[in-house]
């Protein structure tokens, strides 16, 4: 594992097998399969779900999909205190009257938040949530890439929104991605999405990773790139000595943000 093995109970590691195996359990289900609370159940299922092993909902738990991304009021809630964390660090790498281009995803957007001391930045953004964030700062230049909206979670996407980012070069891309392999790929679950990462990668002279530490447990099908695709690592849990390994010779530096909650 790139980061340190989680931490779950013969239980929990239960729990993950079976609702892999059957798709779909209602903590009832768990409950009475165990001979424990339901409430016992309920913080299994938390636990898991932090750790990136399963998908928490109202009731019950699914398994993490490779094919589909979690919903975004789901990707909102998981791991919030330590996306915040990174947010927070990532913002403090990043000098006043920077430019930067900001992509998609819930991290992003902590990390947008944490602009606010910020002063003249030019920004190049594929994600509306993003813009609206620093929309009231009248020393930020905001540009909103062109194309499709996706209303669940205000991606910009197509071919427009690609032609959009191409046309600029920034100091700084900030990317967010859904899953990292053992071996330094990184991985999303849309085409579109990949396709305008890499646009971004293309064309920032530093590119930073922000990826809480669940992603290390999470494989989507699609290919993002690779770890010598970007400058810095921005996570919230230290990494294993290999990957720390594979860090160091894709000349990659880490940065691990406190997260205290």
């Known amino acids: 594992m790139p980061h340190d093995p989680p931490s779950t109970s013969p239980r929990q590691d239960q729990i993950v097998r079976l609702v892999r195996s059957q798709g779909y359990m209602a903590n009832e289900e768990m409950a009475q399969h165990f001979s424990v609370a339901v409430q016992t159940i309920r913080r299994d299922v938390t636990h898991l779900a932090e750790l990136g092993l399963l998908c928490r909902h109202h009731g019950g738990a699914t398994p993490v999909s490779t094919v589909e991304n979690l919903d975004y009021d789901a990707r909102q809630i998981l791991n919030s205190s330590a996306k915040d964390a990174i947010g927070r660090y990532a913002a403090a790498l990043i000098p006043d009257r920077s430019s930067l281009f900001i992509n998609i995803g819930t991290t992003t957007e902590a990390f947008a938040r944490s602009l606010t001391s910020h002063r003249d930045l030019r920004i190049v953004t594929n994600n509306l949530h993003?813009?609206?964030l620093v929309s009231g700062r009248t020393d930020f230049h905001t540009i909103i890439a062109?194309?499709?909206?996706?209303p669940q979670d205000g991606a910009i996407l197509g071919a427009t929104a690609i032609e959009t980012l191409s046309s600029f070069r920034t100091e700084f891309g900030v990317i967010g991605i859904s899953g990292i392999e053992e071996d330094g790929t990184l991985l999303d679950f849309d085409l579109e999405e990949i396709q305008c990462a890499r646009t971004i990668i293309r064309n920032s002279r530093r590119v930073l990773l922000l990826a809480d530490h669940t992603k290390f447990t999470?494989?989507?099908?699609?290919?993002v790139g690779d770890l010598r695709d970007i400058d810095d690592l921005i996570t919230d849990r230290p990494v294993s000595d290999s990957f720390q390994r594979l860090l160091d010779a894709a000349g990659v530096t880490l940065h691990v943000a406190e997260n205290n909650e």
């Open 146 to 150: 062109g194309g499709q909206l996706r």
């Open 130 to 132: 993003v813009a609206s």
């Open 218 to 223: 999470r494989h989507p099908l699609g290919r």
